[in-house]
């Protein structure tokens, strides 16, 4: 009965767990420009949540990671454009991943893959890309994808 089960359609948030929350927004704030949607503070006075916000979705993260550094579990973060990854993110310390794709570990053993929306069939709604202040192209490939799924 597939009918009646809820049907995935779409991530709201990922959350990262990092050893401290001013640390990791300057180290993603090197890498990325962002807007911090907001913070939430601990008992100690100092936050221990921060959101990043990207348009409908948001990253959050997290004060304390407790596991060794990721293998093969990562997220794909879509960026306007990744020319400048690889240079940004090894300045600010991140440790690259070799293989076919551009992965790299944050300093927490976070494994981010950095895509190009110009590349994938992810879209954005119009008004989400308005209000980020965006106005991106898809790549003759990705459009055929989303083509082929019946969604342009």
Same mark, same amino acid.
């Given at each position: ?14 959350? +990262? ?7 990791a927004l300057h180290f993603y704030g090197? /890498? ?19 959101? /990043? ?5 948001? +990253?959050?993260?997290?004060?304390? @990671? ?72 898809k790549s003759d490939a990705a459009l055929?994808?989303? @083509? ?5």
């Amino acid at each position: 009965m597939a009918s009646l089960k809820p049907r995935i359609v779409g991530i709201n948030h990922i959350a +990262l767990e990092v050893g401290d929350i001013e640390e990791a927004l300057h180290f993603y704030g090197h /890498i990325f420009s962002f807007e911090l949607r907001g913070t939430h503070e601990g008992k100690n006075g100092r936050p221990d949540m921060a959101f /990043i916000d990207m348009g409908d979705q948001f +990253l959050a993260l997290t004060k304390g @990671r407790h596991q060794p550094p990721d293998r093969d579990r990562h997220f794909g973060l879509v960026v306007d454009d990744r020319s400048r990854i690889r240079e940004l993110a090894l300045q600010a310390g991140a440790k690259f991943i070799e293989g076919p794709f551009l992965d790299f570990l944050d300093p927490w053993g976070n494994r981010i893959e950095v895509l190009e929306y110009s590349e994938l069939q992810f879209t954005k709604a119009p008004g989400v890309l308005q209000g980020m202040g965006l106005r991106l192209d898809k790549s003759d490939a990705a459009l055929k994808e989303l @083509r082929d799924k019946g969604l342009v």
